[in-house]
């Protein structure tokens, strides 16, 4: 970035989130959004390809750091537990933005474009996931496996996460969530008994 | 259907693949689908909706499949061995269709709107599957997982059964890949040692 803004990439996303809900996605411009922000076009298109962006720009540091965490893990670990440990992590990044998150659900919920894009992006963090852990040695159909499992459990445990009515922490959902997956593969979980919620 | 032609949809899927195959996908119309497989455009749209649903068509006749297969299992089974059975018992339905379904992923490979609708697809089919079980009687976060973990089971048992060099039949592969989905989420696979393949 050529020049420094004081959390330009922050404020340029809280003000694409409320026009978004005010006054509809598709009716918002970058130019609205920009100016709400206080900042110019071009500050915009530094930080984010389009509107679209601002709603998936988060995947990229997810990525980034989902990566990093496994690369951390000891190898000595069964790849479960460190796609475990990863998951943990990024889980860890989503403090404090539930609300922004709500509404970016509300946001995909409407656009069925915006929908595939997220799918697509569920799909690319597992399949750099399972490079992540082939990379560690982990055997092709093992690391394919424990990384569906992984992004699985992240996934399902974000919607539970927006929804909990007790406001959990997402790394506690994703967490417990890993316990249930262990259950449930094991045989667990027939009608509403030992993981009924 | 209001007029009978043998086996008209068979015909129209093979003719389909030769000229997907043959002059591309994006050059193939509806009208030379149904010329080369003898029949009017009419029998066409009596079949698909268009020529992208050839490719797709077969979705639905899985995703049927998989939930009346589910509703037979004995409700006494555990969740992850009721979805092991359904999609077992739709494995079976991809018998015979191996050179098509390698002909069907290329052209898909080659399209990123088919690739999107088909994680669409997927993503349909594992809410399906979730349903089913709720319907059982298993809790949503069970249910949940259960079906994601069928699903990838299906779908990386899908790709494997495309490429595997024994030929074996994708049941037998669904088979092992479920044994292999407990033993990982059980915490096996760590380098290259007891999952290895």
Redo the contacts between chains.
Sequence with gaps: MSRWEPNARGRLEEAAYELFLGRGYDQTTVADIAKRAGLTERTFFRHYADKREVLFGGAGALHDELLRALDEVS???????AVRIAVETISALMHGRRQLARERRRIIAAHPDL???D??KR?SLTGALEAGLRR???????????A??GI??FY?GFD?WLDDPAERELTEIVHE?FD???A?????????ND???
């Design positions: 190898p000595e670990l069964p790849p479960i537990e929908q595939e894009r799918l697509n799909s560690r040695g982990v055997a092709e159909s093992a690391a394919s496996l424990a569906e499992m699985a459990v399902s539970r969530r249930e997956l262990k449930v593969a094991a045989g667990a979980g027939s009608r509403n993981t009924g919620r």
